[in-house]
């Protein structure tokens, strides 16, 4: 069966750095676009970031652009995403997902399987 794991996550001060990992498992890997999206408390979840099955194009919401990068490794089976230049603002829980196919898209209901999730919280 699918399996999304997400690991990473924990307490980093306003400025720093967090990588999150998702490792990936029960389908073929490379044939998925895969995304990254966050909930905040009392917040609906929004969409963060997603990559193509080649990895070669990537989609960011504005407000992360320029500070979070997402990367996969189609060998190893794991989609990351590095996230610098962290704000109070960014503090949720992380999920990875998989996407439908092969295209990038924002919307949650076009991704099909989610993770546990990982919380990042950022102080001030």
């Known amino acids: 069966q699918v399996q999304l794991v997400e690991s990473g996550g924990g307490l980093v001060q306003a400025g720093g750095s967090l990588r999150l990992s998702c490792a990936a498992s029960?389908?073929?890997?490379?044939?998925?676009?895969m995304g990254w999206f966050r909930q905040a408390p009392g917040k609906e979840r929004e969409f963060v970031a997603a990559?193509?099955?080649?990895?070669?194009?990537?989609y960011y919401a504005d407000s992360v652009k320029g500070r979070f990068t997402i990367s996969r490794d189609n060998a190893k089976n794991t989609v990351d995403l590095q996230m610098n230049s962290l704000k109070p603002e960014d503090t949720a829980v992380y999920y990875c997902a998989r996407g439908h196919g092969t295209y990038l898209t924002d919307l949650g209901y076009e991704y099909d399987y989610w993770g546990q999730g990982t919380q990042v919280t950022v102080s001030s």
């Open positions: 029960g389908y073929t890997f490379s044939s998925y676009a």
């Open positions: 990559i193509s099955w080649h990895g070669g194009s990537t």
